[in-house]
């Protein structure tokens, strides 16, 4: 077998994953202004039935403002937790693990959403 290891648990610092799976970042569309949604969540627990030991969810926007409103995922204000811990319990109780992809857009933010605040480190034309 060519790579032996990849279904054996591993350790992450005190993290336990069922194999070294990740299933990595991707928008969904599945949210409803950057609120997890049970679809969202439906398509995460699917992908950790059909084998993967880590998800990670679709860029989630750290900061308001520059956040696209109708598009992935959002985390700067309380809010949001819920539809989170909802997820995360999801993902465990199907026997995977979840992390979660911190973002700021940039100038990218205003290309998935023209009414997003563009917040970049330099005056430069975005
Ligand atoms: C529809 C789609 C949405 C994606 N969304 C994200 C994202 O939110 N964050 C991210 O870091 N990468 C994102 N990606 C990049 C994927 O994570 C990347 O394609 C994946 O790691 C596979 O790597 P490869 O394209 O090099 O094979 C996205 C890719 C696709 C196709």
Request: glycine residues 12%; contains cysteine.
């Amino acid at each position: 077998m060519k790579y032996p290891h990849l279904f054996e648990p591993i350790k992450l610092n005190g993290l336990e994953l069922k194999n070294r799976i990740v299933f990595p970042a991707m928008g969904t569309g599945f949210t409803d202004m950057g609120h997890v949604t049970k679809v969202l969540i439906d398509y995460h627990v699917a992908r950790v039935k059909g084998g993967c030991g880590l998800n990670i969810t679709e860029a989630c926007s750290v900061h308001g403002p520059s956040a696209p409103r109708d598009l992935l995922l959002q985390i700067w204000d309380d809010e949001f937790i819920p539809g989170f811990k909802e997820l995360t319990k999801a993902i465990h109780c199907a026997g995977g693990k979840a992390c979660l992809q911190l973002w700021q857009g940039g100038p990218s933010a205003g290309l998935a959403d023209p009414n997003s605040l563009c917040v970049i480190p330099s005056d430069i034309n975005a």
